[in-house]
């Protein structure tokens, strides 16, 4: 599993940490990235987005 997060609130916090792969994006505050598996780029340039291929072409092991 995985989650996203950008926001300081406890459940974020709790979903980062519990997730398989938690994800922080790069304007996330300090807490939030702290206990993120992964930062990515900021919300504002496609992190969640970036992330997500980043995490699906690692477990394919896909060619480029």
Do not use: C, F, H, W
């Not at 340039?45 to 394919?60: F, K, M, R, S, Y």
């Amino acid at each position: 599993s995985s989650a996203a997060s950008d926001v300081y609130k406890r459940q974020d916090l709790s979903m980062i940490k519990n997730a398989g792969i938690g994800v922080a994006v790069a304007n996330a505050k300090p807490q939030v990235q702290k206990y993120a598996k992964m930062v990515t780029a900021s919300n504002d340039n496609d992190g969640v987005a970036l992330a997500i291929e980043n995490i699906l072409t690692a477990q394919i092991n896909v060619p480029e």
